[in-house]
């Protein structure tokens, strides 16, 4: 078992309703149980519609349970699959330490589109996002997904992409039976998407 | 993920705490459990299915709630173990049955699981369901974690027995939504063997299960009794527990997810030698004997729980019959202003709260950093709930829209309980101007159906989901046409329970186990009770308008509309891929001077169709189109084209 930088390890994955954050934080919180940690995942979701903003707090120690809740200020990563999303948790969780991993396709939120609210210009967003972390990582993942045939798969790129910053005490090794046992009929796509996602993070 | 059968003691698992309740249930040798879904309470029911075959246990989706409850107490008057679950809503739903249950009692364990939502995340409405187990009698356990999910709902199976009374597990959304590891316990292995003995006999009150004027005033004597050994028990719980210095110079008291944002607000102000926590876990009755011994501690206590001051109540009821030389208390809570007495609390407001008491500041972080990050995250735009792309649901409110305004009586849409609630806001053109609890969309419009004699002809549309028609809306749509109320009920029958998870109804012919039933025909019950039935595709705009158009100058009557389409997340699910490929031809697509300023993007709404600014025209978004193309029939221009995939 690797040890962890920090006690907790706080982890927000951030996204829109639909893009699969949820399953995406099930996935991690299992593979660390497994690697014999003490987590916590709160998902914060209320009604199933998509298109609402939605974030999962994974609180991860070698020895304790901690709220389901990180408190504001305290996140030490954030991965989020919808840059806007990104901007928004480190508004109230970011701290000068932060981690930020974001996905860099925009999804517009009905009101944007209609004109009633405006959308950052996406230089101006990630120039904000890179300010308030102290290291960020972009990734194309959406249109990578699209690549490889279906959007879906933008969360499991992001999840290599999260596992190939090493940011967790976690490896492919320790995934991929949890993406074979949680995808059993479409366990190789899943695998290039995340071996896709380790690769645009440097670590393919 | 492993399953939630496993036979494994010992080990460590992810579970959520929905899912750690259903494993307490199997524990317990839980083999009847019934609920009606809502949020957080869906996932116990869905877990239970996952086993319920291979265990031998009865599980089932009741048409509501109140009906889910007496059914699992007529498995446990029959000697089954039975567990009803259900959310805060569903309690009032169930409360008149169970009014009656703490009088007859129970038979074999009967657990009830209350899911309350703090905040209202998934909620028409904020309820502290814990009140009533004050008001009806009841045994109450509040879990903290996924652990004690698991180990208090196996425990309130043997003490419901024990007593001969239903107990509650009550859960929120932070807790019933939240993983954390839980050690297994053991599976029993059990033969249940079902079989009614009670006989009611008038003199002696408490035998079979009947209650009928005269007898439950004594038998309310009886349930006190009861309560009196849960008194007992609650006394010695491992549940409650403090952790701090012996003497503290402040006792937080809490319960359920509270009790981990105090401990983390407590760390956060490095305050572990100066500030106590005691968790309650059986917080009704209150074990007086032992919360009086804490209370010793410290002459200062914050009660740290959510929505009600429930346990701040009893405490202060208790510290009123202290001993006249007890050191004088000083609480802080609800009634002090220090917590809040709505919505949920998180670790922040915890910490705020002891702070202000212990004359500290919290800053939970590097305050220029704070400035900046708050001011430039004001750039991010709020995300409003929609439809998703692809819902039935904008369909039949496009065609209401329409209609209302070619009526031009100035009609409007009364909402109910689902998806469809959206009705109300932009996804669904702010249509719905009432909406209520479930079912409750046909009730009001039969007074509103009824209001000709004042010079009332606004027409009137309720509309309902599938599963809320079964659920509530029956007795509504009866009343009406025996009180021959005016009025188009719209049921919008999108073959699911879609909003808390797809979960098949009396209309669907399937039942909580997949298998296949008996169909509840809703045209034909409609029908059967003399209303008169129309059925649309949700996707045939024209011909909804024309239906609607035709119903309300057709005058009185109370009528039926059944808009039929399945839920987009269902067919996706099923076939995997879109049934169209969507495109926005340019060159015919006008912009900004479409007729009605951009109809498809400013007015439509579909999170598919997106605004290419510099090109000044509409554009499909293909990470978020389900092609269902609705839109086509929307654009005026024909500018919106659908290939089929």
Redesign the interface.
Same mark, same amino acid.
């Given at each position: 078992m690797r040890t962890l930088s920090k006690d907790p390890l706080n982890l927000i994955i951030a996204g @829109?309703g &639909?893009q699969g954050n949820v399953v995406m934080s099930?996935l991690i919180? $299992?593979a660390? @149980?497994r690697q014999g940690y003490?987590?916590?995942? !709160?998902? %914060?979701?209320?009604?199933?519609?998509? !298109? !609402?903003?939605v974030a999962s707090h994974i609180r991860i120690s070698d020895h304790t349970?901690?709220?389901?809740?990180? *408190?504001?200020?305290?996140a030490d990563i954030i991965v989020s699959l919808e840059p806007?999303?990104a901007?928004?948790i480190? !508004?109230?969780f970011? $701290?000068?330490d932060v981690v930020t991993i974001t996905n860099v396709?925009p999804?517009?939120?009905?009101?944007?589109?209609? &004109?009633l609210? %405006?959308?950052?210009d996406i230089d101006?967003?990630l120039k904000?996002i890179k300010?308030?972390s102290a290291r960020l990582e972009t990734v194309n993942a %959406?249109d990578e997904?699209?690549k490889l045939g279906n *959007?879906i798969f %933008?969360n499991v790129i992001m999840m290599g992409a999260l596992i190939g910053s090493g940011l967790l005490p976690l490896d492919k090794k320790s995934l991929e039976p949890i993406l074979q046992?949680?995808f059993p009929k479409v366990f190789d796509m899943n695998m290039i998407a995340f071996n896709k996602g380790m690769e645009l993070i440097g670590k393919g | 993920m492993p399953r939630i059968d496993i036979d494994a003691p010992g080990t460590s698992v992810l579970l959520l705490g929905n899912e750690a309740i259903a494993r307490g249930a199997l524990e317990a040798g839980v083999a009847f459990a019934s609920s009606y879904p809502g949020n957080p309470s869906s996932e116990i029911l869905e877990t239970i299915v996952t086993v319920a075959t291979e265990r031998n246990i009865h599980a089932e989706w009741s048409v509501n709630e109140k009906v889910a409850l007496e059914a699992a107490a007529g498995a446990s008057f029959a000697g089954i173990r039975a567990m009803a679950s259900m959310k805060q809503n569903g309690l009032n739903v169930a409360s008149d049955f169970v009014s009656n249950l703490v009088m007859t009692g129970v038979g074999k364990g009967l657990v009830l699981v209350v899911c309350d939502d703090p905040g209202s995340l998934s909620s028409s409405s904020e309820l502290d369901t814990r009140n009533l187990c004050k008001w009806m009698d009841i045994p109450l356990l509040e879990p903290s974690n996924s652990q004690e999910a698991k180990d208090m709902t196996k425990w309130a199976f043997d003490l419901s027995e024990e007593l001969g009374t239903i107990c509650m597990v009550h859960s929120v959304s932070r807790i019933s939504h939240t993983r954390t590891n839980v050690k297994l316990g053991e599976l029993p292995k059990t033969e249940n063997k079902a079989y009614f003995t009670d006989i009611y006999d008038i003199n002696k009150p408490g035998r079979g299960k009947f209650t009928t004027i005269a007898g439950p005033a004594e038998l309310h004597n009886q349930l006190h009794q009861k309560l009196a050994r849960a008194l007992d028990k609650f006394e010695s719980s491992p549940f409650n527990q403090y952790t701090g210095p012996d003497k503290a110079e402040l006792l937080v008291i809490t319960s359920g997810a509270c009790v981990a944002y105090s401990a983390e607000a407590i760390a956060e102000l490095k305050l572990e030698n100066k500030v106590g926590v005691l968790k309650l876990g059986t917080t009704w009755p209150l074990p007086e004997k032992f919360v009086e011994k804490q209370l010793a501690r410290s002459q200062k206590v914050l009660f740290v729980e959510e929505v009600d001051p429930f346990i701040e109540r009893s405490v202060m009821e208790l510290a009123a019959n202290l001993p006249a030389d007890s050191p004088h208390l000083t609480f802080y809570g609800k009634r002090s202003g220090h917590i809040r007495q709505y919505a949920d609390l998180n670790p922040d407001l915890a910490a705020n709260a002891i702070a202000n008491i212990m004359g500290i500041t919290y800053c939970p972080r590097d305050v220029h950093y704070d400035e900046e990050a708050t001011e430039l995250a004001k750039a991010s735009p709020l995300r409003s709930l929609e439809l998703c792309p692809g819902c039935p649901h904008r369909g039949t409110f496009w065609a209401i829209k329409e209609a209302l305004r070619l009526d031009g009586r100035d009609g409007f849409a009364i909402g109910d309980v689902g998806c469809y609630s959206l009705g109300g806001f932009r996804s669904g053109y702010y249509q719905c101007r009432i909406s209520n609890v479930m079912g409750s969309g046909a009730g009001i419009s039969n007074g509103m159906g009824n209001l000709r004699q004042f010079g009332f002809d606004q027409p009137v549309i309720a509309v309902c989901g599938d599963s809320t028609f079964y659920h509530a809306s029956v007795p509504a749509l009866i009343s009406a046409v025996y009180n021959k109320a005016n009025f188009i009920l719209m049921i919008l029958d999108n073959s699911a329970t879609a909003m808390t998870g797809f979960q098949p109804h009396p209309g669907t012919g399937k039942n909580a186990m997949g298998e296949i039933t008996n169909i509840v025909d809703m045209e034909t019950l409609c029908r059967s009770l003399g209303a008169h039935v129309d059925v649309c595709d949700s996707f045939d705009i024209k011909n909804t308008i024309a239906t609607l158009l035709r119903l309300m100058a057709e005058g009185d009557g109370s009528k039926v509309v059944v808009m039929r389409h399945e839920c987009e997340l269902l067919r996706a699910r099923r076939e995997k891929k879109r049934p169209y490929q969507v495109h926005v031809d340019p060159d015919k697509c006008i912009g900004e001077a479409c007729g009605c300023d951009r109809l498809c993007t400013r007015e439509f709404g579909c999170p598919g169709l997106i605004w290419d600014k510099e090109a000044g025209k509409s554009k499909i978004d293909e990470s978020v189109c389900s092609g269902c193309g609705l839109c086509v029939d929307v654009c005026p221009q024909g500018a919106i084209i659908k290939e089929a995939v």
């Amino acid at each position: 078992m690797r040890t962890l930088s920090k006690d907790p390890l706080n982890l927000i994955i951030a996204g @829109v309703g &639909g893009q699969g954050n949820v399953v995406m934080s099930l996935l991690i919180g $299992n593979a660390l @149980v497994r690697q014999g940690y003490c987590v916590g995942v !709160g998902d %914060t979701f209320g009604a199933s519609q998509r !298109g !609402g903003s939605v974030a999962s707090h994974i609180r991860i120690s070698d020895h304790t349970h901690y709220s389901s809740l990180i *408190p504001s200020g305290h996140a030490d990563i954030i991965v989020s699959l919808e840059p806007v999303e990104a901007l928004r948790i480190l !508004g109230q969780f970011g $701290n000068p330490d932060v981690v930020t991993i974001t996905n860099v396709r925009p999804v517009y939120p009905p009101a944007v589109v209609s &004109g009633l609210a %405006t959308y950052p210009d996406i230089d101006e967003l990630l120039k904000a996002i890179k300010k308030l972390s102290a290291r960020l990582e972009t990734v194309n993942a %959406t249109d990578e997904a699209i690549k490889l045939g279906n *959007p879906i798969f %933008t969360n499991v790129i992001m999840m290599g992409a999260l596992i190939g910053s090493g940011l967790l005490p976690l490896d492919k090794k320790s995934l991929e039976p949890i993406l074979q046992e949680y995808f059993p009929k479409v366990f190789d796509m899943n695998m290039i998407a995340f071996n896709k996602g380790m690769e645009l993070i440097g670590k393919g | 993920m492993p399953r939630i059968d496993i036979d494994a003691p010992g080990t460590s698992v992810l579970l959520l705490g929905n899912e750690a309740i259903a494993r307490g249930a199997l524990e317990a040798g839980v083999a009847f459990a019934s609920s009606y879904p809502g949020n957080p309470s869906s996932e116990i029911l869905e877990t239970i299915v996952t086993v319920a075959t291979e265990r031998n246990i009865h599980a089932e989706w009741s048409v509501n709630e109140k009906v889910a409850l007496e059914a699992a107490a007529g498995a446990s008057f029959a000697g089954i173990r039975a567990m009803a679950s259900m959310k805060q809503n569903g309690l009032n739903v169930a409360s008149d049955f169970v009014s009656n249950l703490v009088m007859t009692g129970v038979g074999k364990g009967l657990v009830l699981v209350v899911c309350d939502d703090p905040g209202s995340l998934s909620s028409s409405s904020e309820l502290d369901t814990r009140n009533l187990c004050k008001w009806m009698d009841i045994p109450l356990l509040e879990p903290s974690n996924s652990q004690e999910a698991k180990d208090m709902t196996k425990w309130a199976f043997d003490l419901s027995e024990e007593l001969g009374t239903i107990c509650m597990v009550h859960s929120v959304s932070r807790i019933s939504h939240t993983r954390t590891n839980v050690k297994l316990g053991e599976l029993p292995k059990t033969e249940n063997k079902a079989y009614f003995t009670d006989i009611y006999d008038i003199n002696k009150p408490g035998r079979g299960k009947f209650t009928t004027i005269a007898g439950p005033a004594e038998l309310h004597n009886q349930l006190h009794q009861k309560l009196a050994r849960a008194l007992d028990k609650f006394e010695s719980s491992p549940f409650n527990q403090y952790t701090g210095p012996d003497k503290a110079e402040l006792l937080v008291i809490t319960s359920g997810a509270c009790v981990a944002y105090s401990a983390e607000a407590i760390a956060e102000l490095k305050l572990e030698n100066k500030v106590g926590v005691l968790k309650l876990g059986t917080t009704w009755p209150l074990p007086e004997k032992f919360v009086e011994k804490q209370l010793a501690r410290s002459q200062k206590v914050l009660f740290v729980e959510e929505v009600d001051p429930f346990i701040e109540r009893s405490v202060m009821e208790l510290a009123a019959n202290l001993p006249a030389d007890s050191p004088h208390l000083t609480f802080y809570g609800k009634r002090s202003g220090h917590i809040r007495q709505y919505a949920d609390l998180n670790p922040d407001l915890a910490a705020n709260a002891i702070a202000n008491i212990m004359g500290i500041t919290y800053c939970p972080r590097d305050v220029h950093y704070d400035e900046e990050a708050t001011e430039l995250a004001k750039a991010s735009p709020l995300r409003s709930l929609e439809l998703c792309p692809g819902c039935p649901h904008r369909g039949t409110f496009w065609a209401i829209k329409e209609a209302l305004r070619l009526d031009g009586r100035d009609g409007f849409a009364i909402g109910d309980v689902g998806c469809y609630s959206l009705g109300g806001f932009r996804s669904g053109y702010y249509q719905c101007r009432i909406s209520n609890v479930m079912g409750s969309g046909a009730g009001i419009s039969n007074g509103m159906g009824n209001l000709r004699q004042f010079g009332f002809d606004q027409p009137v549309i309720a509309v309902c989901g599938d599963s809320t028609f079964y659920h509530a809306s029956v007795p509504a749509l009866i009343s009406a046409v025996y009180n021959k109320a005016n009025f188009i009920l719209m049921i919008l029958d999108n073959s699911a329970t879609a909003m808390t998870g797809f979960q098949p109804h009396p209309g669907t012919g399937k039942n909580a186990m997949g298998e296949i039933t008996n169909i509840v025909d809703m045209e034909t019950l409609c029908r059967s009770l003399g209303a008169h039935v129309d059925v649309c595709d949700s996707f045939d705009i024209k011909n909804t308008i024309a239906t609607l158009l035709r119903l309300m100058a057709e005058g009185d009557g109370s009528k039926v509309v059944v808009m039929r389409h399945e839920c987009e997340l269902l067919r996706a699910r099923r076939e995997k891929k879109r049934p169209y490929q969507v495109h926005v031809d340019p060159d015919k697509c006008i912009g900004e001077a479409c007729g009605c300023d951009r109809l498809c993007t400013r007015e439509f709404g579909c999170p598919g169709l997106i605004w290419d600014k510099e090109a000044g025209k509409s554009k499909i978004d293909e990470s978020v189109c389900s092609g269902c193309g609705l839109c086509v029939d929307v654009c005026p221009q024909g500018a919106i084209i659908k290939e089929a995939v």
